[in-house]
């Protein structure tokens, strides 16, 4: 599924080509993705501007003129195509409509009009029209905990988050209350450069070594976004090009292999957690 550095990825890739567009030419191509779609969806979205495109965890979000917000999750393997101009870093051309396009229109804007396609072969994904006023305390985004790029993510976060937890650290880094949008690869990553077991428990971490896992989390998803995300199978930019931080992972997937640690001797391991793979380097990462 495609982690906080791939939606951002197509965040940034759409951003361009939407913001301050009108949208034309909407159409749905079945009733439902994982859930139904809004009622009348193409009709609320025939004729708005989108004010802009944000991102809050692993949901991109798009504020519309009419005071609706229009929400969309990827699932496993969603993602925006732009036919026409190329926007962005990335060089590969978006892929022709196929039949697994669910979700198509245009976006005029500043003379310049470009055809924007959803498509999603496994159907996980999900859209949703919320009112802008309202999107705070929808279900979706209540309980979600502070984004880890933001101000409000910190070491005393954690401290306060983990306090008298039981819990191994690592899931207790996917709990999306506690800090919203962080996925499996990220939190093996930041483990390890924050040289951090996964099997200790949340609430025995130090409050210093929480500030530098903190800091390390940042720095590996600015990371990974500027690499355009992470490509494993299905993930794909606005652009139709793939991400490529999985070529600069120091433990995910690498099982067996030999840590990158500077002069450490020890092998990644792998283990499961709560139903996840856990990659990690036990020489390294102490508890």
């Known amino acids: 599924m495609p982690e906080l550095p791939e939606v951002e990825t197509v965040r940034r890739g759409l951003e361009p080509v939407l913001t301050g567009a009108r949208l034309t030419r909407v159409r749905q191509n079945r009733p439902d993705l994982r859930f139904p779609f809004p ?16 991102r809050r965890a692993k949901y991109l979000l798009m504020p519309l003129s009419t005071g609706e917000t229009w929400v ?33 229109f245009c976006a ?17 994904g999900f859209m949703g029209l919320i009112p802008t006023d309202a999107v705070e305390a ?31 650290i690592k899931v207790s880094l996917l709990d999306q209350r506690i ?20 099997l200790v428990a949340a609430g025995k971490v130090s409050k210093p070594r929480l500030e530098t896992l903190a800091a390390v989390v940042r720095d590996v998803l600015n990371d990974a976004i ?33 840590c990158f640690g500077e002069g450490c001797t020890g092998v990644v391991k792998r283990t499961v957690q709560a139903g996840r793979s856990t990659f990690w380097c036990p020489a390294c990462q102490k508890r």
């Open 108 to 124: 005029a804007s500043s003379g310049t009009t470009t055809r924007v396609g959803f498509t999603d072969a496994r159907r996980f």
């Open 226 to 258: 500027e690499a355009g995300g992470s490509t494993l199978r299905d993930f794909a930019n606005a652009e139709g090009g793939q991400g490529y931080f999985q070529h600069r992972f120091d433990v995910y997937g690498r099982e067996g292999n030999p």
């Open 138 to 168: 929808h279900p979706w985004f209540a309980g979600l905990g502070p984004e880890p790029l933001g101000n409000g993510f910190s070491g005393a976060h954690l401290a306060a988050a983990f306090a008298g937890k039981t819990q191994n």
């Open 39 to 54: 009622e009348r969806f193409t009709e609320r979205l025939e004729g708005a501007t989108v004010e802009r495109i944000d």
């Open 179 to 198: 800090v919203a949008g962080l996925g499996n690869i990220y939190v093996c990553e930041a483990l390890y450069r924050a040289r951090i077991s996964p």
């Open 72 to 104: 969309t999750h990827l699932g496993m393997t969603g993602r925006f195509t732009l036919d026409g101009e190329q926007v962005g870093e990335f060089e590969e051309n978006a892929p022709a409509t196929g039949k697994h396009e669910h979700v198509s």
